[in-house]
């Protein structure tokens, strides 16, 4: 795989995580209230849980050596996940028990396995730029720009079109 796609791999990851981070975020806080714990959790949660998916995906990369088959499953794994962790999501249990710790068992719930895929996809796509020693330096700064870039490109779309074209946003003018 050469480093283009895997920069272009990266861009497309960058803009459904913070996409997904995004909606993460507003799904979270209409459930269980706008609140700055709410947030607070889910940034911990997420960081977390990348840690997690960054050392699983190194090992895995460094015990089997196949990071091209294995940069697959953090590519397609959260968009899968995330359905299936929002579709098992109860927001009157969540609510219920907010007294009780409701509030991080439900971010655990919904953003813990999709953002352990997002986690591993970063050191994989590193193990498929990095095939030579002497380009490190310039892969891995490339890497870090299409990630970034990525990333506010999702970002922009998520708040722009799917939030405030869709509804999701403020109906007050």
């Known amino acids: 795989m050469s480093a283009s796609a895997v920069g272009l791999a990266r861009a497309l990851a960058g803009a ?11 799904h979270l806080g209409s459930a ?5 714990a709410v ?7 997420l960081l977390c849980a990348f840690f997690v998916g960054t050392v699983v995906a190194a090992a895995a990369e460094l015990r089997w050596g196949n990071a091209a088959s ?5 590519l397609v794994g959260p968009a899968w996940s995330a359905a299936g962790c929002l579709a098992g999501f109860d927001a009157d249990a969540a609510r219920a028990g907010l007294a009780h710790g409701g509030s991080l068992r439900a971010q655990l719930q919904v953003v813990a396995l999709p953002a352990v895929f997002m986690g591993a996809s970063f050191p994989l796509a590193h193990a498929l730029a990095f095939r030579d020693r002497g380009t490190v330096r310039r892969h891995s700064g490339a ?3 299409a990630n970034t870039a990525g990333a506010v490109v999702g970002g922009l779309v998520t708040a722009l079109v799917l939030v405030w074209f869709r509804g999701w946003g403020c109906s007050a003018r």
């Not at 269980?32 to 700055?36: C, D, E, K, S």
């Open 16 to 26: 459904a995580g913070l996409g997904l981070e995004l909606a993460w975020y507003r």
């Open 32 to 36: 269980l209230g706008a609140y700055r």
């Open 39 to 45: 947030f607070s959790q889910l940034l911990a949660v």
């Open 70 to 74: 294995l940069f697959c499953a953090p």
């Open 143 to 145: 890497l870090y720009l």
